[in-house]
């Protein structure tokens, strides 16, 4: 296991996604239940909700849209897999909340201060996962897939690679290197999951505070594309699946329109994806 740190990872966003999952979870109407997620979220996160819905001007349905997308998509396929990984796992919990079976191999890489939290609060909680859970760190913008395969992960093996709020944070090539060496790393039959948004997104006024950070950091623009077909296809996964938020492939009674965006966003580079690529059996 490696011990990479990742310089910009915006860890903090783990606590705020854990935040909007704890909320959802006390909805009658939930799209799932997380019960660890309001512990992970803390004050921290539940902070960082009210900042991201001021900023915003309301909720943001998008967060809990995506986790149930992912969540069925897992549990859909999770009779087929021999491995799962997270990139970027945060403080999901689907390892201990999803219907697994027990000999799925289930990897989650994180940075060391997000997985040291998340293993002190696990402990503190105590489930027990569905399946054989591994930790691992390691920097996404570098040599993950070695501390992958050092923890265990074997090559060639049928793996649903989830990268669920993880690209919009990295650089461009970086996200070409991280869709290709997933493809590397999986045998035929696998399939990657992702979200991205469209470039005009970052126009929206809500999005400012979170553009100023990254300039003060010193860290490059948020990734957006405006052709996710063409991104994975273009890293190796030729089928390609588009799911859109509250709508197509992803409405859940739910229907998500940005405040700031009026009623139909027919603007492709006005929209959020869900994305699910595979490759050849
Ligand atoms: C927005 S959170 C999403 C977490 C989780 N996938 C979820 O949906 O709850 C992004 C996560 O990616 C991790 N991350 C970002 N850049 C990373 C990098 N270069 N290497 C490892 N982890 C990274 C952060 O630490 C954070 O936990």
Same mark, same amino acid.
């Given at each position: ?39 992970? *979220?803390? *004050? ?238």
């Amino acid at each position: 296991v490696g011990d990479d740190h990742a310089p910009g990872a915006n860890s903090e966003t783990a606590y705020w996604i854990a935040a909007a999952r704890a909320r959802e979870s006390e909805r009658d109407d939930r799209l799932f239940s997380d019960p660890y997620a309001s512990v992970f *979220a803390g *004050a921290l996160g539940r902070n960082a909700l009210e900042a991201s819905a001021r900023a915003s001007g309301g909720d943001n349905e998008f967060l809990v849209i995506r986790t149930r997308f992912f969540d069925d998509v897992l549990g859909d396929e999770a009779a087929w897999l021999d491995q799962v990984v997270l990139l970027g796992a945060g403080f999901d919990t689907r390892a201990y909340r999803l219907d697994l079976p027990d000999q799925l191999r289930w990897f989650e890489i994180d940075v060391p201060e997000i997985l040291e939290e998340k293993e002190r609060v696990l402990s503190q909680l105590g489930p027990v996962a569905r399946c054989q859970r591994f930790a691992v760190t390691a920097d996404i913008s570098g040599a993950w897939g070695e501390s992958l395969l050092d923890a265990g992960f074997s090559i060639d093996c049928r793996t649903a690679s989830i990268a669920e709020g993880l690209l919009f944070y990295l650089s461009s090539p970086v996200v070409a290197r991280v869709l290709a060496e997933a493809r590397r790393l999986s045998g035929g039959g696998s399939l990657i999951g992702a979200d991205v948004m469209g470039s005009g997104l970052l126009t929206l006024p809500s999005m400012r505070p979170s553009l100023s950070t990254r300039t003060e950091l010193g860290l490059p623009p948020p990734f957006t594309t405006d052709d996710p077909a063409a991104l994975f296809r273009a890293a190796g996964w030729p089928l390609v699946q588009l799911a859109f938020p509250g709508q197509l492939g992803a409405a859940y009674g739910r229907p998500f329109h940005r405040a700031d965006q009026g009623p139909e966003p027919p603007d492709p580079t006005m929209q959020s994806y869900l994305v699910v690529g595979r490759n050849a059996r």
